[in-house]
Nanobody, 127 residues
Framework: QMQLVESGGGSVQAGESLRLSCVAS????????MGWFRQAPGKEREGIAA???????RYADSVKGRFTISRDNAKNTLYLQMNSLKPEDTAMYYC?????????????????????WGQGTQVTVSS
């Protein structure tokens, strides 16, 4: 059974950095499109970064240039390096595995019914 476990969240000041990790198990990690979503209180869950099996990446405009997604297939681990954090980055961050590859291919970094989710890790950025 697929399992995704996030870690690395926390509380930081604006301008600081955090690195999120997501350890995957129970499936062939290297064969899946992977990504990160976030959900702020009262808002919809939004896709912010995707990485395909060939390492190609896509980002939402809101994080482009500040966040970097990467994957280590040998460790079954997905990362999100977040720099220059802003208060508006405050949200629960979720790791996602998409066997359909729609998240990695279709414009908009949208949610689809095939996505498997982690439990989330909270990121809070204060000004």
């Amino acid at each position: 059974q697929m399992q995704l476990v996030e870690s690395g969240g926390g509380s930081v000041q604006a301008g600081e950095s955090l690195r999120l990790s997501c350890v995957a198990s129970g499936y062939t990690y290297s064969s899946y499109c992977m990504g990160w979503f976030r959900q702020a209180p009262g808002k919809e869950r939004e896709g912010i970064a995707a990485i395909d099996v060939d390492g190609s990446t896509r980002y939402a405009d809101s994080v482009k240039g500040r966040f970097t997604i990467s994957r280590d297939n040998a460790k079954n681990t997905l990362y999100l390096q977040m720099n220059s954090l802003k208060p508006e980055d405050t949200a629960m961050y979720y790791c996602a595995a998409d066997p359909s590859f729609a998240f990695c291919i279709v414009a908009g970094l949208g949610i689809n019914d095939h996505i498997n989710w982690g439990q989330g890790t909270q990121v809070t950025v204060s000004s």
